[in-house]
Structures are given as structure tokens and as C-alpha cells.
């Protein structure tokens, strides 16, 4: 079933993590096993936040063993990142297994990224100079815990509840997903489509890489292909309308907009609230209520729908 919501202040910062904890806990009881939010924040010049798992949560209970491995890997990571001239400006475990890391004096990102994923059981969940991606098994109370993500402080964010049908309970199958290499664009999708490896395929011959078999990560994938292709957020979203088959409703953001995209069956729920600072939507009503209990008037997007709103 899933559940995916989304938020979006103009003008202004706002404790966006705090906000999207409180909507996606509202969303729950639609995907009780994992939760994941894409969250943006103040756009660096020269540095760039990366986001790394070294190892899965249910990897913990091989105890000592699995902690020697880890400290292995992130000695390696950090080999890596030096090895190719950057400069380690901070570094914060924030579990035993994930990793916040801010780098500066890094151009070769993609090389860098490529080395680092070459490592054993590492995965890279976002490499940007906005974004913050963060996801992990448990509801939404206890992710934003775990990784101290409540007081996050930005402009935007996407989320989702994952109830997993068709691949494993695991961070790799978790929603959002990163677009790898393409900093600071992130999807979460509520469906299923049916065409995924027919364009998995032609996107992988083009040079783009996949980190797990979930459909989802297709339309991250896409996204970032039209993007760096000249178009804009919203053609590609219209683009993919008549060109991604199945039933499906999703977000996407980048470093300064956030859009949402139904298809022609619109089969897959999706509600908006809008004013003149601020944007929500979520897959039920009861996600923007937990942070705007007041009266407020609400819309359901029609087939076919594309909305894109900028910071």
C-alpha cells in the first residue's frame, strides 16, 4: 500500500524534519517497515553532504564480528575519499552502521562515489550540497530518532512508509530513492509499474546504475537522465505520463522544487493543501492535519496531473 507525503515552504526555512516525522507517523499503519525521508537544507557552495550504510540494521546481531567489519569499511570509505584529494571536513556515526560525512575539494564525485560502492556491503544514500537522504527499518518516530532528524532545518522534504510487496525488507529496497550520480534529487512513489525492466535496461545502457530491483528507483533513475538532458522538472514529469506504464503517483524534489506526478487511471490516492507559503500532500488527509489542525481546505489531484512548486 505505501503511504508518501511531501512539504514545501517558499521563502523561508521551517523545521522540515520535525514536519515530515509527524506526517509520515500519521501515515503508518499504510507501510509499517521501513521509512525514509529526502530532506533539503541550506545549498553549499563548495561542500557536499554523503549519506553512507556500511551495513544493514538486522546485520547488528552478528555482534562483534559484524562492528570489525564496519570499522573496516569506513576506514575504507575514508581512504577512499582522500585518496581522491578531498578533505574530510566532519564526520558523524550517526548509527552503528550509517554515516554522515562533509566533504569539501572533491570534483571527481562520480569516480569517488564509484570507488566507494565498490566496497563490500556500502551503498551511498545521497551525495549532494542539498539534499540529506536518510532511511532505515521502523516507523517514522523511530528513524528520525535514531538519526536525530526532528530539528532539520530547510526548505523541502519528501517521505514514505513502505509496506514491502514484491522485494525485500531491507534500507537497499527502502523509499526515497537518489538518482546516483545526480546530486540532490530524490523520488518516493506510491504503485507499481509494469514496464520497469523494459526501461531499466535502456537507461543502464546508457550509463546508469541501479542499487536495488525495486520499480521505484526507475523514476529517480529517468528523472535524472531528462534533467540532464536540457529538460525542465515538470516536462520530464509530463514525459513520463505517456512513457512509464502502470498505476502510479509520485514526488519528486530536487534541490529547489518539489513536483508530483499522477497517472491516466489516477488509481493511487494523493491529497494537497496549498497557500500562498506553503505546500503539503500526502497520501490520506489525516498526514496534513498532524501538522495543520486547523481548518483547512484540501484538493485531490485528477488523472494526469502534474504540479511542480519552487522554494
Excluded at 499504510?30 to 530532506?39: E, V
Excluded at 577512499?80 to 550509517?98: L, R, S, V
Excluded at 518516493?188 to 521505484?216: A, L, P
Excluded at 528523472?223 to 503517483?249: K, P
Aim: glycine share 8%; hydrophobic share 40%; aromatic share 8%.
Amino acid at each position: 500500500m505505501c503511504g508518501i507525503a511531501g512539504i514545501i515552504h517558499r521563502g523561508k526555512t521551517s523545521e522540515v524534519g520535525g514536519q515530515m516525522t509527524d506526517m509520515l507517523q500519521a501515515l503508518k499503519h499504510r507501510g509499517p517497515d521501513s521509512t525514509g525521508y529526502a530532506l533539503y537544507g541550506d545549498i553549499m557552495k563548495d561542500d557536499v553532504i554523503m549519506r553512507v550504510k556500511v551495513a544493514e540494521k538486522e546485520d547488528m546481531e552478528n555482534g562483534r564480528k559484524i562492528k570489525d567489519q564496519i570499522r573496516k569499511r569506513i576506514d575504507w570509505v575514508d581512504y577512499i575519499i582522500t585518496e581522491f584529494g578531498a578533505n574530510i571536513k566532519d564526520k558523524a556515526q550517526t548509527t552503528d552502521y550509517a554515516l554522515r560525512y562533509l566533504i569539501s575539494g572533491e570534483e571527481n564525485l562520480r569516480e569517488m562515489a564509484l570507488a566507494i560502492e565498490e566496497l563490500d556491503a556500502v551503498e551511498i544514500l545521497s551525495l549532494g550540497r542539498g539534499l540529506e537522504l536518510v532511511k532505515d527499518l521502523g516507523d517514522a518516530d523511530e528513524v528520525a530518532t535514531d538519526y536525530k532528524l526532528k530539528s532539520f532545518n530547510g526548505t523541502h522534504g519528501i517521505g514514505h512508509t513502505r509496506m514491502a510487496t514484491e522485494s525485500d525488507v531491507d534500507i537497499r529496497s527502502a523509499h526515497p530513492y537518489w538518482a546516483f550520480p545526480y546530486n540532490d534529487i530524490s523520488v518516493v512513489h506510491n504503485g507499481q509499474i509494469t514496464n520497469y525492466w523494459i526501461m531499466r535496461r535502456e537507461m543502464e545502457r546508457k550509463g546508469h546504475r541501479f542499487v536495488s530491483n525495486c520499480d521505484s528507483e526507475l523514476l529517480a533513475v529517468y528523472t535524472a537522465y531528462n534533467l540532464t538532458q536540457g529538460f525542465s522538472l515538470e516536462e520530464s514529469l509530463r514525459m513520463s505520463i505517456d512513457v512509464i506504464d502502470g498505476v502510479f503517483t509520485y514526488l519528486v524534489a530536487t534541490r529547489d522544487e518539489l513536483g508530483m506526478a499522477k497517472d491516466t487511471m489516477a488509481a493511487k490516492p494523493l491529497v494537497l493543501y496549498e497557500s500562498d507559503d506553503l505546500i503539503a500532500m500526502a497520501s490520506e488527509e489525516v498526514a496534513i492535519r498532524s501538522i495543520l489542525p486547523q481548518e483547512i481546505d484540501t484538493y485531490d489531484p485528477y488523472d494526469e496531473e502534474v504540479r511542480v512548486w519552487h522554494t
